[in-house]
């Protein structure tokens, strides 16, 4: 069992920035894949980036490169996601998932979901 619990979450004016943070139960979870996602109502919910715990590389959806930064603290086995010039298009419910895969992008190969933190962008 894995326990993720995401914060951060706000109601923010068009082109501001907020930072979200997914927090891990245990040490044990250093092995572990953490990526963000997002879902808008009468949507599917979406990819937004990836890291691996151990490792430097990182991955993002084509839609927020240049826009979000994921990061890591693994003193804390916490992640982050850096969300600059936010749009009202980047409005939904964001979670953070763990797994142990190398296929980032598909919702099914995460086993663990945070509870979801909500992200509302005003015009």
């Known amino acids: 069992q894995v326990q993720l619990v995401e914060s951060g979450g706000g109601l923010v004016q068009a082109g501001g920035s907020l930072r979200l943070s997914c927090a891990a139960s245990d040490r044990t979870f250093s092995t572990y894949t953490i990526a963000w996602f997002r879902q808008a109502p009468g949507k599917e919910r979406e990819f937004v980036a990836a890291v691996p715990w151990i490792g430097s590389s990182t991955y993002y959806a084509d839609s927020v490169k240049g826009q979000f930064t994921i990061s890591r603290d693994n003193a804390r086995n916490t992640v982050y996601l850096q969300m600059n010039s936010l749009k009202p298009a980047d409005t939904a419910v964001y979670y953070c998932?763990?797994?142990?895969?190398?296929?980032?992008?598909?919702?099914?190969?995460?086993?663990?979901w945070g509870q979801g933190t909500q992200v509302t962008v005003a015009s």
């Open positions: 998932a763990a797994g142990r895969t190398r296929y980032y992008t598909l919702v099914s190969n995460y086993n663990y």
